[in-house]
């Protein structure tokens, strides 16, 4: 199956052999301190700038509901952000991932971003739930 969504993705994710734990990080887009012009009008129209973790959370399945779920739940904890940087980690012998097990997957999500890291290899969706691509 092809994910297009974020309901694809949890589709997808229900489907795997083994239960899944999705691990979050969400990013919030800034202007470099030491910006240009071009950067500015770029970054103004809704692209480039800087991406910056403001927090991360891990969900077994059973916890996830809709995207706009995700969103309110995020909205709660007063944390501005754009994009929400997605991965899973799968469990063993029919058991999910603990959030103990999860905790370094977060780190190396979260370092990959601050580091300018390779973010393609993640899904990631803007906060209306549209898929975000990193090239």
Do not use: C
């Amino acid at each position: 199956m092809h994910i297009t969504d974020y309901e694809s993705l949890l589709s997808v994710a229900r489907q795997q052999a083994e239960p899944q734990r999705l691990l979050f990080v969400f990013l919030k887009a800034s202007l470099p301190k030491d910006h240009g012009d071009e950067q500015a009008s770029r970054f103004h129209s809704g692209q480039g700038g800087e991406l910056q973790p403001v927090m991360s959370v891990d969900k077994t399945l059973d916890e996830l509901g809709s995207f706009a779920d995700l969103v309110a739940e995020s909205e709660r904890t007063k944390q501005d952000w754009h994009i929400v940087l997605l991965a899973a980690l799968s469990g063993r012998n029919g058991v999910a991932p603990s959030s103990d097990e999860a905790e370094q997957p977060l780190k190396m999500m979260m370092q990959a971003v601050e580091t300018g890291g390779d973010l393609s290899k993640f899904m990631a969706f803007d906060r209306a739930g549209t898929p975000v691509q990193f090239g």
